[in-house]
């Protein structure tokens, strides 16, 4: 009788924990507030049951998209000091458990969204984990400078399919509200960018500072923080909001442009403090925060007829 | 196996489980929920 010999000793079970910590939880408060943002802001209403199943397919498939990228990308981690403690690089866990388990997400995430709320929300939200699992991860991110770029689209979902899960239709609205974020994350990750020492370019994926350069990454900045302002109050001149929402909007995007000039009029050597590249990321999570809180305040207050 | 690795492998089994079954719990009655307010349109 010849029994196979035991290779190694047999691994332990992964924790519970190193599988939540797959899902990117900080990443998922933000898609969860402005996925939330949309939900509340769209015209109509949704059934709090129902909502409350929008937004929780949101943050599984947004946790399946976070998780399957971190399968395909586990050998990269591995090599960047901020990422190598993550559950596959640490060890921790076998990399076809993590990729079964941003499948079984990505998959029962849309299943639910089509069965609950319904087929056209499901519809954005499969191509949103598409967008940001393949077209993102494995294709773009590792091949060109404008990553960033692309990637942004992928945070961009969230308010959209929020929206469209109470008004069962793509109008102008989400597709705004896609627009402004698509717009906000180059200079928010950008200005980070410039200040952060990462190691992005010893495991090979082009980020903007390093294959182009500071001085075209800082005008680009200020290119996106341009464009951010007609964008961000575009809702208010095509009449989706009243002037709650376009008032904050055009002061929030003219003091985020505002902070971008002198991040994009400047050059730095090293040892230098990088105050106006800090203060434009700080700003910009404020930004979004506010420009989206602001968003349902508005529609808050004309609903109950404070203004008209 | 050693018994501290015996005993580190039925404590995290043992968390996975009751993890696993709170979250059956919470999707069983989510979708005795949605049932119920699906089946009043």
Redesign the interface.
């Known amino acids: 009788m010849n029994t196979a010999p035991s290779l190694t000793?047999?691994a332990?079970?992964?924790?519970?924990r190193d599988f939540y910590a797959l899902t990117k939880p900080r990443v998922m408060s933000l898609v969860i507030f402005t996925g939330l943002c949309g939900l509340l802001a769209a015209p109509g209403s949704i059934?709090p049951?129902?909502g409350f199943?929008a937004i929780?397919c949101i943050a599984l498939g947004a946790g399946g998209a976070a998780t399957l990228n971190q399968w395909w990308e586990a050998d990269l981690d591995a090599g960047m000091k901020r990422t190598a403690g993550r559950p596959i690089p640490g060890g921790r866990m076998k990399p076809t458990d993590a990729r079964d388990f941003g499948i079984a997400l990505s998959v029962g995430s849309v299943l639910i969204m089509g069965?609950?709320v319904g087929w056209l929300t499901a519809s954005i939200l499969l191509v949103s984990i598409i967008y940001y699992a393949v077209i993102y991860t494995i294709w773009l991110k590792p091949r060109t400078p404008q990553n960033i770029v692309i990637g942004g689209g992928a945070g961009a979902f969230p308010p959209m399919i929020g929206w469209v899960a109470v008004t069962g239709d793509i109008t102008l609205m989400p597709v705004l509200l896609f627009a402004i974020i698509f717009m906000w994350t180059p200079p928010h990750f950008w200005a980070l960018a410039l200040f952060i020492k990462s190691d992005y370019a010893k495991v090979g994926i082009p980020m903007m500072p390093v294959v182009r350069g500071q001085a075209s990454t800082r005008r680009q900045i200020l290119a996106y923080s341009v464009l951010l302002v007609p964008v961000a109050a575009a809702p208010w001149f095509i009449g989706g909001t009243g002037a709650i929402y376009g008032v904050t909007a055009l002061v929030l995007s003219l003091a985020f442009l505002a902070l971008s000039v002198p991040v994009a009029t400047r050059i730095s050597a090293d040892g230098d403090a990088m105050k106006p590249e800090k203060r434009l990321f700080a700003f910009s999570i404020i930004y979004l925060f506010a420009l989206f809180a602001a968003l349902v305040v508005d529609r808050v207050a004309a609903h109950q007829g404070f203004v008209t | 196996?050693t018994p501290e690795?015996q005993t580190?492998?039925r404590r995290?089994?043992k968390?996975?489980n009751l993890?696993m079954g709170a979250v059956l719990v919470f999707f069983a009655i989510?979708f005795y929920?949605?049932t119920i307010?699906?089946i009043g349109d």
């Open positions: 000793t047999p332990l079970p992964a924790d519970w059934n049951v129902i199943t929780l069965l609950a | 196996m690795e580190e492998y995290r089994q968390s996975r993890v989510l929920a949605i307010v699906r």
